[in-house]
């Protein structure tokens, strides 16, 4: 059966996955300039004998893995390839030669398995009828996301797949588990760039003055009531302000007043309305305080919906590659990831693989100078993703 196949194969093949994700580990390179990965990506590729390779978006590549009948049906197999501006603090082998550039959101683990999974589905690619169109992305992690180059490139055609399926590590997910959900899963996340300008001076001279730091003040409390008056309580929505910058001192008040935040959803309409309320409410208040107002939304990634069928389907499969009891259902997470692109164009499975290991102290969340994964994860990594996409062939 090809099921026990592709096992045996991930199981042979799990300590090359391994090297190659520390190989990737220890050579991070930033989003859009994933120059060395991606050489790296298409060596290995072509090592296959894998031909049907395109460039795209610069640093991304799709290729091509033809069944018998490949005109049947395509699925997608995504991983991403950038790293993050963070100084690794992991005392490993492996541990980032390039300073100050780490791979602390396991995509390095993401293409790794994804090469793997290429190795296993070039090896039965006899034994199954369809095509699997690999994706190798730069940029997830740096609005606008690589994924909306790579569609507007032209990934999502010739052919285009019925559906596409990503994974992503999970360090609240014990290895050896993993994780789906149906329908929304996560957020929509706009950058928000506010200044307040107003009329700085003495401190102890309030009247003659337009204090800004007041009015900004009353703006991050106000805004708040677009999250908790004008949402809908079905819809989740988070307002978060992270930075507030105001350069006086005990006794100046300072020109302006610089806000940073973040606003998040899972509903592209109240997306919108939200972005109105929040520019409606900000005039008003600075405004009306005597102030000026500067208001920038930078809109980032949409939200992220799972096809509720494709989902059903691949869990079922995942149940039955890793058993019941190492199949979790997920919440919705309020992070935002640029697959959400894909899956607003075609039918989309965004699963989590667990790596956690709390036996050998691996716990450390994702974008920390501490994360890493158990390896042990990752022969599920390569084995299960092959096995979805074969899974996904054989149905219709
Ligand atoms: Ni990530």
Redesign the pocket.
């Known amino acids: 059966m090809l099921k026990e196949k592709i096992k045996e194969l991930a199981k042979a093949y799990k300590e090359e996955v391994i090297a190659t994700r520390r190989h990737l580990h220890a050579n991070p390179e930033l989003s859009y300039v994933e120059f060395k990965t991606a050489a790296f990506v298409k060596e290995r590729l072509e090592e296959l004998g894998i031909t049907q390779i395109e460039q795209k978006a610069t640093t991304g590549w799709s290729a091509l893995i033809e069944g018998k009948n490949p005109g049947k049906k395509v699925i997608a197999l995504r991983a ?1 390839m950038d790293a993050l501006p963070i100084i690794e603090a992991n005392d490993v082998p492996y541990k980032s030669q390039n300073p100050g550039v780490m791979h602390a ?3 390095d683990a993401h293409t790794a398995s994804l090469l793997g999974a290429a190795k296993i589905l070039n090896e039965v690619k006899d034994q199954f009828e369809g095509t699997i169109k690999l994706i190798f992305q730069p940029g ?1 992690e740096v609005a606008p996301g690589g994924a909306s180059f790579m569609i507007k490139d032209g990934v999502l055609e010739n052919p285009r797949p019925a559906g596409i399926i990503g994974q ?1 590590v999970m360090p609240f997910i014990p290895a050896g588990k993993v994780g789906f959900r149906q329908g929304l899963y996560m957020a929509s996340a706009d950058e928000l760039y506010i200044t307040v300008k107003g009329k700085g001076g003495h401190g102890a001279m309030p009247e003659t003055l337009i204090d800004p730091v007041l009015i900004a003040s009353h703006l991050i409390v106000a805004l708040q009531q677009v999250v908790s008056r004008a949402a809908s309580p079905k819809i989740p929505s988070v307002l978060s302000f992270g930075r507030v910058e105001a350069l006086g001192a005990t006794n100046v008040i300072p020109n302006e007043v610089k806000i940073q935040g973040t606003f998040r959803t899972l509903n592209e309409e109240w997306r919108a309305k939200a972005h109105q309320k929040m520019l409606q409410i900000a005039h008003g208040i600075v405004e009306g305080m005597g102030g000026e107002l500067d208001f920038e939304i930078r809109k980032g990634y949409p939200f992220l919906q799972n096809d509720p069928e494709l989902t059903a389907r691949a869990t079922e499969a995942a149940r039955a590659y890793l058993g019941d009891e190492n199949v979790l259902d997920l919440d919705i997470w309020m992070a935002a ?1 640029d697959f959400a692109y894909y899956s607003q164009v075609v039918d989309g499975c965004f699963y989590r693989l667990g790596t956690r290991n709390e036996a050998r102290g691996i716990v450390s969340g ?1 974008h920390t100078p501490t994360f890493d994964i158990d390896e042990d994860a990752l022969e599920i990594g390569a084995g299960l993703m092959a096995w979805l996409a074969v899974a996904e062939l054989e149905k219709a």
Do not use: A, P, Q, Y
């Open positions: 991403d959101c396991g995509h997830e992503h990831e994702v």
